[in-house]
Each structure stands twice: as structure tokens, then as C-alpha cells.
């Protein structure tokens, strides 16, 4: 069983800063990607920052420039620098992990959400 244990949610001032961690634990084998994904009040989950297993990262356009992701393989972790952050940014953020299973059968893991909410 996977497990994906997040960090570092909580409330900050427009302008202020926070770092989010997600650290996998168990049977994992052959990660592919993580990323981390936010939803806010009434909107869909979307797709804030990724980073592929040869270290490639993509962002949301409304992240770029101000979020910067990274990750540590020996730890399993994965973070989410979040700089200049703006009252849009309040959401709850998942970490996703995909990778491939021995048998080549893919899989997804979701961490349980941290709350990030960012005051005017």
C-alpha cells in the first residue's frame, strides 16, 4: 500500500510564502511523475506543478514564475515552493504520484489534501 503524506498548508498574507511537501511511503516502484494539483470552493481540481522522473517540470500558466517544484528521490518527498502568493492561490492542494508497476501496469496515488488559504 502507498501512502502519500502532505505538509506545510496553512494561512498566509497576499504576498507571503509557503512551502508544501508530499512524502510517499510504501511498496513503491518506478515513479514516473508527481505534481501537485489544487481545488478551490465550486472549481475543478487542476494541475498546478509536475515533475517527471528525469526532472522536467511544467506549471499552470497563473503559477509560472512564482511556484517552483522539486523533488527529492532518495526521500521519496516532493515540494512545492509557492512565492507571491495571491488570494487566488487559496485552495486545497493534492499531491499525485503515477509510476508503473512491475508487471507494467500503471498507478496513481492521491495524497489527502492540505488547505492553503491566502488573505487579502
Known amino acids: 500500500q502507498v501512502q502519500l503524506v502532505e505538509s506545510g498548508g496553512g494561512l498566509v498574507q497576499a504576498g507571503g510564502s509557503l512551502t508544501l511537501s508530499c512524502t510517499a511511503s510504501?511498496?513503491?516502484?518506478?515513479?514516473?511523475?508527481m505534481g501537485w494539483y489544487r481545488q478551490a470552493a465550486g472549481k475543478q481540481r487542476e494541475l498546478v506543478a509536475g515533475?517527471?522522473?528525469?526532472?522536467?517540470?511544467n506549471y499552470a500558466d497563473s503559477v509560472q514564475g512564482r511556484f517552483t517544484i522539486s523533488r527529492d528521490n532518495a526521500k521519496k518527498t516532493v515540494y512545492l515552493q509557492m512565492n507571491s502568493l495571491e488570494p487566488e492561490d487559496t485552495a486545497v492542494y493534492y499531491c499525485?504520484?503515477?509510476?508503473?508497476?512491475?508487471?507494467?501496469?500503471?498507478?496513481?496515488?492521491w495524497g489527502q489534501g492540505t488547505q492553503v488559504t491566502v488573505s487579502s
Open positions: 515533475i517527471n522522473s528525469g526532472g522536467g517540470t
Open positions: 499525485k504520484l503515477e509510476g508503473t508497476w512491475y508487471s507494467g501496469t500503471p498507478y496513481h496515488f
Open positions: 510504501g511498496s513503491i516502484f518506478s515513479i514516473n511523475f
